[in-house]
């Protein structure tokens, strides 16, 4: 990011909402670093060697899930929204006039084929990375055992139970992701200009982008649709408006912090916009 245009550098810079977590919400803006690190060597390696293609991303997004686990669902639509935009550049989702829906599927799905390969990659390779770094106690799980005495008796019992008291690997990075996912599918009370709600508001993130973000970062992609609406049609932008979709289905709804991610990648994007304008 060092080395990008300066309007990127200072749109990220000077936002208040990311200066007002500086110290505070540490763990978001470390998610927000290692997705915005993850997306830069992603796209800068997409013709290159395997390490700066797959080994540089993979490192980045085991360090996004490391700093926060959010970072596994950011860095996952950042690099799936990317590689999208960039095979639509190429033409790649463009149907030949001669063929079928079934033709041109199967074209899809064989020139994607090094793509899909790369991207598996990256995420398995992030996740072997954290589980590594995490590592575990090297001790059954007790719900699992309690779960494997509770069968019927009979062989399967006997498999279950045998296989739960030896199946040492707990705890490890994977409870603490799937415990993340649960709290988000529970949420929690909430409340927003006067209304609340015990579990969630589907509005809640957008809404809190208008009174949260500055007014330059809130005006300008408006200003951009007015003067060069393609110049919104980046990746980063990209990226930030399906962020945008996705958070309608979030439940932690705990303020600006869980969106600084894409509050860094919708700047980015913005102030390409704005350089191309």
């Known amino acids: 990011m060092a080395h990008g ?37 992603f796209r800068a390696g997409r013709e290159a060697a395997w390490l700066r293609r797959v080994g540089w991303p993979a490192l980045w997004f085991g360090a996004a899930i490391l700093a926060k686990a959010s970072g596994l669902i950011y ?31 199967r074209q899809i799905w064989a020139q994607t084929k090094s793509v899909r390969r790369d991207l598996a990659e990256i995420v398995s390779g ?29 062989g399967k019992k006997q498999a279950a139970v045998w296989f739960a008291e030896h199946f040492r690997v707990f705890s490890n990075a994977g409870e603490g992701i799937i415990r993340q996912v649960k709290h988000n599918m529970h949420g929690h009370g909430v409340y927003l200009l006067g209304t609340t709600d015990p579990r969630a508001l589907w509005y809640y993130f957008p809404v809190l982008l208008t009174i949260k973000l500055s007014a330059p970062l809130l005006l300008a992609p408006f200003l ?12 980063a932008c990209l990226t930030a408006g399906v962020l945008i979709l996705f958070s309608l289905t979030w439940h932690v709804q705990i303020g600006i912090r869980l969106l600084l991610p894409l509050v860094v990648l919708g700047g980015v994007g913005i102030a390409g916009g ?4």
């Open 5 to 41: 245009p300066p309007a990127r550098r200072s749109l990220l810079a000077c936002e208040p909402s990311l200066l007002a977590h500086a110290s505070l919400a540490t763990t978001d803006i470390a998610v927000s670093a290692c997705v915005l690190a993850l997306v830069y060597h």
């Open 75 to 105: 860095g996952g639509i950042a690099l799936t929204v990317m590689e999208f935009e960039r095979l639509a550049r190429q033409g790649v989702w463009n149907k030949e006039f001669s063929a079928s829906r079934w033709q041109h599927a």
């Open 126 to 154: 992030g996740l072997v990375l954290t589980f590594l770094y995490c590592g575990c106690d090297w001790r059954p799980e007790p719900s699992f055992v309690a779960w494997a005495q509770a069968l019927p008796d009979g």
């Open 224 to 235: 951009l649709l007015l003067l060069r609406p393609r110049s919104l049609a980046n990746w």
């Open 274 to 277: 704005l350089v191309q304008a």
